[in-house]
């Protein structure tokens, strides 16, 4: 079975810092992963989306992911953070790109102080 | 352009009472899926329509149903309510060729006491 852990269910930067958030997934298949943001009181934005192509993904607002098959990871970066960064972060991952459904991570909560 | 919309916003019930919730799809899309968020949880699939049928569900029970329009709206039922249905109920639309760039609406939080 599918399944994705966010190592951190917390992490506190600096602004400016460097951000990583922590993704490993588990599929006997090639998987489709993804990473969304999610701001209080409001639904999930897609960042970015990792589909066997270029194992270095670029999303939005300056984040981007890798891809490491032989490590089974799909974290998230920024190279410097801003306080507007400040949410709750999920993993996904898919077996298919089309008709299967998103198995979600636990969520990693992004605090960034000034 | 208009985004997912769900509504209500927010919704209380009680034990063993019924509710449904409602969603708009973005416009263009055909395909609408179901997520249930407990607090401080990933979202959990519940179930995806497509063409008016149920193209897949998650491990949830028969309690919770679901409908599409022909309009590709959706409808999600919950049955016999109990405190464990109380979350952030997320309404998720997509093509149905491209299922997994799916845009959700802010969602519906039920309570239940």
């Known amino acids: 079975a599918q399944s994705v852990t966010q190592l951190g269910s917390h992490v506190s930067v600096s602004e400016g810092a460097l951000v990583l958030l922590r993704c490993n997934y588990s599929?006997?298949?090639?998987?489709?992963l993804f990473w969304y943001v999610q701001y209080p009181n409001q639904g999930l934005q897609l960042l970015l989306k990792?589909?066997?192509?270029?194992?270095l993904v670029k999303g939005i607002n300056g984040f981007e992911a890798e891809f490491k098959k032989s490590e089974t990871s799909f974290h998230l970066t920024k190279p410097s953070a801003h306080m507007s960064d400040a949410a709750e972060y999920f993993c996904a991952v898919s077996e298919t790109y089309n008709t299967d459904k998103l198995i979600f991570g636990t969520g990693t909560r992004l605090q960034v102080f000034p | 352009d208009a985004g997912v919309t769900q509504s209500p916003t927010h919704l209380i019930k009680t034990r063993g009472q019924q509710v449904t919730l409602r969603c708009s799809p973005k416009s263009g899309h055909d395909t609408v899926s179901w997520y249930q968020q407990a607090l401080g949880q990933g979202p959990q699939f519940i179930f995806q329509?497509?063409?008016?049928?149920?193209?897949q569900r998650g491990n949830f029970p028969d309690r919770f149903s679901g409908h599409q329009f022909p309009n590709y709206s959706s409808e999600l039922n919950v049955n016999a309510l109990l405190l464990g249905d109380s979350a952030l109920y997320l309404c998720a639309s997509s093509l149905a060729d491209r299922v997994n760039e799916q845009f959700f609406g802010p969602g519906t939080r039920l309570t239940v006491l």
């Open positions: 990792y589909t066997s192509a270029a194992t």
């Open positions: 329509y497509y063409e008016e049928e149920e193209r």
């Open positions: 599929s006997s298949v090639p998987p489709y």
